[in-house]
């Protein structure tokens, strides 16, 4: 059976009929979860996947990357051709695997989810990064716009898969329910975007901003193959892990608005299965060899 085959025998055959009931929880909360939305032979697929690469990693002729030792101040970003085999034991994401894998692309541009994010984004969605994630990041609370700037402001959702289950210790997503709402931190050049040392300044806007809301995390404890789709001034992060033995596996994508970035039709391309990604460079280490 192939991954594309099976994953139409998954619940979530008819996104319209079901996606009515979940807008009121995107606007009141500013993510939706959509259970069972992959089946187990997708995820068994990307996990599949992420063993390959790490078995054959020495081999590989790509400039795919991966950020090691996350949130420990022996952070590195590294060619994953250069990176150290114990470092898969320890928190890392690999970077924007979709550009390389044809299975990453039609996975997270699957018809139905299309259909999810263009009700969401008002506009077809652009598959324009992804993180494989194999523990917990402990990424500080945070909103996305921080560090990735939508064209058109909040044209960016971002879906989140598990791709196995998730409990409390090993670290799972935390979101902040209605966060979303809270008006946008302002950068020092303008905009959303903040230069690193302005992470305090965040941080203190958001506690307070948390406090008069009366808003906590929630953990999206999950089981494989269910998503959460969250709004780009969504806060969220990664809960610290309890049980370094506990594995997380998940694989992230951000999502631009189609139309804002056809100007340049080379870098938007079609899908193998429909859909349109994002072709850029991949990210920059600082040393290649
Ligand atoms: O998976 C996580 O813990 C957080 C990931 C995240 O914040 C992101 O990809 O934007
Ligand atoms: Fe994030």
Redesign the pocket.
């Known amino acids: 059976m192939s991954v594309k085959d099976d994953a139409l025998q998954s619940p979530w055959n008819h996104p319209a009929s079901i996606f009515a009931e979940q807008m009121s929880t995107w606007d009141t909360d500013g993510y939706v979860i959509l259970k069972g939305f992959f089946a187990h032979a997708v995820v068994k697929a990307v996990n599949h996947l992420v063993d390959q690469l790490w078995r054959v990693q020495t081999q590989l002729d790509s400039k795919l990357s991966v950020d090691i030792y996350l949130e420990n101040p022996k952070q590195e970003r590294l060619l994953l051709s250069h990176a150290p085999l114990e470092a898969r034991q320890s928190p890392y994401k690999i970077n924007d695997l979709y550009l390389e894998s044809p299975l990453v692309r039609s996975i997270m541009l699957d018809q139905r989810l299309r259909e999810i994010l263009k009700s969401l984004l008002d506009g077809e969605p652009l598959l324009m990064n992804s ?1 494989n ?1 194999e523990r ?4 500080p609370a ?1 909103v ?1 716009t921080l560090f990735i700037s939508p064209r058109k402001h909040e044209k960016l959702v ?1 879906v ?1 898969l598990a791709l196995e289950s998730i409990n409390s210790e090993s ?4 979101v902040y329910p209605g966060s979303h709402k809270i008006v946008p931190f302002q950068a020092r050049k303008g905009g959303t975007c903040i230069e690193a040392d302005e992470m305090p300044q965040f941080n203190h806007y958001m506690d307070a901003q948390l406090r008069k809301h009366n808003i906590k995390a929630k953990e999206f404890i999950a089981e494989p193959g269910d998503i959460l789709i969250w709004h780009a001034q969504l806060l ?4 610290a892990i309890q049980d370094p033995q506990k594995t ?1 596996k ?1 694989l ?1 994508c ?1 999502y631009f608005r189609k139309q804002e970035y056809w100007p340049q039709p080379w870098r938007v391309k079609r899908a193998e299965q429909g859909g349109h990604y994002y072709m850029r460079p991949h990210q920059r280490v600082a040393k290649q060899d």
Do not use: T
């Open positions: 993180l994630f917990g990041s402990s990424q945070h996305d971002v989140w670290g799972p997503l935390l969220h992060g990664g809960k997380r998940s992230v951000h």
